[in-house]
């Protein structure tokens, strides 16, 4: 699944074809708001953000469509003679003079009116937005140590949106391989030097994800491990999906686990349990 930083890319590539730009053509294909054709064929997108994984494409109409991609929703920015046949149901096309956008498979996606946006059952429930400039590592910093977090496993509550919206299953290995946390920790039990290394790597690397595309280590250690043949998924990642490889830090074996049904890797020495 797309995690936060791959959606704000997307959205940045989504912005600049439609905000501002004079769009021929809005066609809602998706049943569930087909009832908005009318209104919204009449309205140019006027901003697009994103919360989490969630994206947020505003009309001037008043309206917002929310839409989540889940596993299967994808965007694409083509040129309007590009011809795509890929076999995906079309839930909404933005024509403009020389491109066509288009929002594919998603099944979460719903036209609300721009005003209820933070009511909206998935909106209201998120966390700070780890790439959002007002969260910064003293508010992750505060997050861990506060009583509603503290008392909670690292490795599920990276995966929680109303902790941090947009961490992922990739950024939650890196982040606590990083930063040295073992994924069974709680806040409560780590030094103030491990849960400040955690509220800052959780920040640099969401941010460095968004920068670069997805790397989470440096672009020449990215290289070293193509060099070596290793998988373009493995080289990417200081830990995740480098499960049987040595540790780039240490040596030792990166270890996988499946909890929740999600993978979770990380070295066991690097991030020893810690009292
Ligand atoms: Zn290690």
Known sequence: MPEGPEIRRAADRISKRLVG?????????????????????????????????????????????YSHNQLYGRWTVNRRSTELNWGRALRAEFLTEGYAVRLWSATDVEMIPSSDEESHPFISRLGPDVLDESCTPEVIMEMLDGKRHRNRKASSLML?????????????????????????????????????????????????????GGLTVPKEVAEKGKERGERRRSYRHAVFCRNGLPCLSCGTEVVREVIGGRRLDFCPSCQRTET
């Open 160 to 212: 929680d949106q109303s902790f941090l919206a947009g961490v992922g299953n990739y950024l939650r290995s890196e982040i606590l391989h990083q930063s040295g946390v073992n994924p069974h920790a709680k806040p409560k039990d780590l030094s103030e030097d491990r849960r400040r290394a955690w509220a800052e790597e959780a920040k640099r690397l969401c941010v460095m994800s968004y920068q670069t």
């Open 21 to 65: 730009q004079e769009i021929e053509a809005i066609q809602l294909h998706y049943p569930p708001i087909q009832e908005f054709q009318q209104v919204v064929a009449e309205s140019q997108v006027s901003s697009i953000s994103t919360r989490g994984k969630a994206m947020l494409t505003r009309f001037d109409c008043g309206l917002t469509m």
